[in-house]
């Protein structure tokens, strides 16, 4: 069966601490892979991202965003173990942005330069803290043996259309290789539009060399202005089908249902065999992901 997990944010307010614990019920009792909580740049919501990564530990899987942009190897390598010491062993390692109106190579990269150097001082830190582990021997009561510690989920950002910094194509699958080759062991994708630009990623992919999970990354876009920002942000084409019919209906409830037919439309393309997943940004709403899971077929409609 398909896999699908969610993605949360840290709530600013306390009615948006409410309104996300209320969500996060109905999103684990959906049964997720896992749920990743976001993490500011330069630390600007460690406290609230750990905070919500606990909620989540205490109810299923949770995975950590971790970004490096600005940061010390002492710094990234001390939230690291603040992360581990609360029960944490997902993670998702991204450079993270620079401010606005930085130069690329200016001082605001940190020690870290890039995921791929996050991604070994994770697994380097895990190693330490827990090399071996002892587990029973079969057929032998109260004996054990030593084994290999707990290894961590590094998961690692990919960019179906390219990420905004790339030169090319070539560059982007050179550097998700070299995610790989530091130890990432899934890759997760930025929103995308259309099937197909994931699908031929994916292929791509394959023949350069990754081998690793790369689950798609997929978001109900409910309304213009949401879809407006959200193009601002990724620099993604704006996809102008999917305005024209956002735009075309004069109620919130028209354009969710616009928006929750259309990534029905995405999942139901892009997951094509048992061992496929679906990651899914919630902006911390589960009506409409846990929508679009029941139109695909990946959730039972009584479930939730």
Do not use: W
Request: charged residues 20%; aromatic residues 6%.
């Amino acid at each position: 069966m398909p896999t699908f997990s969610f993605e949360l944010y840290p709530p600013r307010t306390p009615v948006a601490e409410v309104a996300l614990l209320e969500s996060l019920e109905h999103l684990v009792a959906a049964g997720p892979e896992f749920i990743s909580v976001t993490y500011g740049a330069s630390g600007s919501s460690k406290g609230a991202s750990l905070e919500v990564l606990e909620k989540v530990l205490a109810r299923t899987s949770a995975m950590a965003h971790l970004t490096c942009v600005g940061s010390s190897y002492d710094e990234a390598g001390r939230l690291i173990r603040e992360f581990l010491d609360a029960g944490v062993t997902s993670f998702l390692a991204l450079r993270g942005d620079p401010p606005a109106g930085t130069a690329e190579g200016e001082a605001f990269l940190g020690d870290l330069g890039s995921a791929g150097e996050l991604v070994q001082l994770i697994h380097r830190i895990q190693a330490e803290r827990a090399p071996f582990t002892q587990v029973d021997v079969p057929g032998s009561p109260g004996a054990k043996r030593l084994a290999k510690g707990t290894k961590v989920t590094i998961a690692v950002a990919a960019f179906p259309n390219g990420h905004p910094r790339s030169r090319s194509v070539e560059q982007d699958l050179d550097t998700l290789l070299a995610k790989e080759a530091a130890g990432a062991n899934l890759a997760i994708t930025q929103l995308f539009f259309h099937a197909e630009d994931y699908l031929r990623f994916v292929e791509q992919a394959r023949s350069a060399g990754v081998t690793m999970r790369i689950l798609p990354g997929i978001m109900p876009v409910l309304s213009p202005a949401r879809l407006h920002r959200i193009v601002e942000l990724t620099d993604e084409m704006l996809p102008l089908p999917l305005l024209r019919k956002l735009e075309a209906e004069a109620t919130p409830e028209g354009q969710a249902a616009v928006g929750i037919a259309h990534a029905i439309d995405l999942v139901n393309s892009v997951v094509q065999t048992p061992d496929d997943g679906v990651h899914l940004y919630t902006f911390n709403q589960h009506e409409p992901v846990l929508a679009v899971l029941r139109g695909a077929g990946l959730l039972e409609s009584e479930k939730v």
